[in-house]
């Protein structure tokens, strides 16, 4: 019988574990970009907010960028696909790139590190969140 208590305890404890990362503080571009570094996957998963000081586009994706720079080291970069810009578009009533610049974001996803090649030869690493869904993005602010 104590067995099946410890056991029992034990499962209750792992399951808990994820319901209390995802109920953390979000973490800011600083602490996102220090924690995809440390990360031996290059992914953190989690809750991250930022002010959209800028927004670019290429091909169908919209990038919300945490800096004026989007080659900055310490920019955080939101990569809006299809899907999801379709669904903020019917929820904001207008487009993301025009409505969510200048805004403060909260974003629920997988922060990575995402190599980018530089003409040199060299390259540099950014770091993206990944959007498919617009319930991924809240607007805080």
């Given at each position: 019988?104590?067995?099946y ?10 399951a ?9 503080r ?13 990360a031996?996957?290059?992914t953190?998963?989690?809750?991250f ?9 290429s ?6 960028n ?11 970069s ?9 669904e ?18 909260r974003i ?16 540099y ?11 991924q ?5």
């Open positions: 019988m104590k067995r208590i410890i056991a029992a305890a034990a499962l209750i404890l792992t808990a574990v994820p319901a209390l990362a995802q109920t953390g979000a973490m800011n571009p600083a602490q996102a970009i220090a924690a995809t570094a440390a031996g996957s290059g953190v998963e989690g809750v907010e930022m002010h959209v000081a800028s927004v670019g586009e091909g169908f994706n919209v990038y919300l945490s800096s004026a720079d989007y080659r900055d080291a310490a920019n955080l939101v990569e809006l696909h299809p899907g999801a810009l379709a903020l578009k019917a929820r904001l009533g207008g487009e993301a790139r025009e409505l969510l610049a200048g805004k403060h974001i629920k996803g997988v922060a990575r590190r995402v190599p980018i090649p530089r003409r040199d030869g060299t390259s690493h950014q770091t993206r969140i990944d959007v498919d869904l617009a319930s993005i809240e607007i805080v602010g």
